[in-house]
């Protein structure tokens, strides 16, 4: 069975190391893979505000076939639950599409 098209997305704190975001997306490959998807794409949003990567996500969600976006954890929405909650909602109302919760390292 070839592999699912998923995109990911992943939250890099303010405090993280400098290459965190290169080992972030290699984590996220490997573990997409030993599920079972392929990454197209891996968005990597900033803490601290230098990224839209969420934006990004939400467009290439609506102008693509991929219909599932794998996340470390609910926690890289948003650190606040009801900020994730909003979030999440607004990626499976205005796309259709689904979250799967892929942990990596300490997600």
Do not use: W
């Not at 490959?29 to 939400?58: H, P």
């Not at 290439?60 to 948003?78: K, Q």
């Not at 909602?89 to 599409?97: A, D, H, N, P, Y």
């Amino acid at each position: 069975m070839p592999p699912v098209p998923a995109f990911g997305y992943v939250r890099i704190r303010y405090a993280d190391p400098i290459g965190d975001a290169t080992v972030r997306r290699q984590q996220m490959c490997a573990l997409a893979e030993e599920k079972g998807y392929q990454l197209s794409q891996v968005f990597i949003e900033a803490e601290d505000g230098s990224s839209s990567a969420y934006a990004a996500l939400i467009d290439a969600l609506r102008t693509t076939d991929i219909s599932t976006v794998l996340v470390p954890s609910l926690n890289h929405f948003g650190h606040l639950p009801s900020l994730s909650a909003v979030m999440i909602q607004r990626i499976e109302e205005e796309t259709g599409k689904q979250i799967v919760i892929v942990p990596i390292g300490d997600g």
